[in-house]
């Protein structure tokens, strides 16, 4: 199976991230993981993506805050699919983040999740890889109908409870 390349602008991402490997590994999806800036070591960052295919990755997630070119630096270094996190910052509660990560110029495209969306880009990392593995997807099929059964557990508690 392909793993997923993870990277993050900075520690203070990882909190987010650490729902995204948590997610990852209740799926049985290998990851390897990162702290790159795609402005203090853009080499790295760069190498990383450039040299993802032969080092059996199938995606990317990129986590980052503030001005968020993490995931287009990774982006514009593979064909690889890029899901992009913007990250809560400072001062715009993460709107100049989603911005920053949803705004790709045509040619270079990223995925992009909510603010802080750690399940959701891991959810989809996964779907991109279920693609070409079988396994994947009944697993993927199998946590959806588990999410949704624990939702009509609790409307059948509720309902219980609004008609005592």
């Known amino acids: 199976m392909k793993k997923v390349g993870i990277v993050m602008g900075s520690d203070s991402d990882l ?6 490997m948590d997610t ?3 799926l049985d999806i290998p990851f390897e ?5 795609a402005h203090r070591t853009p080499e790295e960052a760069r190498d ?3 040299n993802a295919r032969k080092n ?3 995606c990317f997630i990129a986590a980052a805050g503030m001005a968020a070119h993490l995931a287009g630096a990774i982006a514009a270094n593979t064909t690889l699919p890029v ?5 809560k910052g400072p001062c715009f509660d993460g ?8 705004m790709m110029p045509s040619g270079i495209p990223v995925a992009t999740v909510a603010v802080n969306g750690g399940v959701n880009a891991a959810l989809l990392a996964a779907q991109i890889l279920a693609v070409a593995d079988d396994a994947l997807a009944a697993r993927l099929d199998a946590k959806r109908a588990s999410d949704a059964a624990k939702v009509l557990e609790k409307d059948a508690a509720l309902q219980a409870e609004l008609n005592k």
Do not use: E, Q, Y
């Not at 899901?83 to 990250?87: H, Q």
């Open 15 to 20: 909190p987010i991230l650490r729902k995204t």
């Open 24 to 26: 990852l590994a209740s």
């Open 33 to 37: 993981c990162h702290i790159f800036s």
């Open 48 to 50: 990383f993506a450039r």
């Open 56 to 58: 059996g990755i199938g």
């Open 83 to 87: 899901i992009g996190i913007p990250c």
């Open 95 to 102: 709107m100049d983040a989603l911005l920053s990560t949803v």
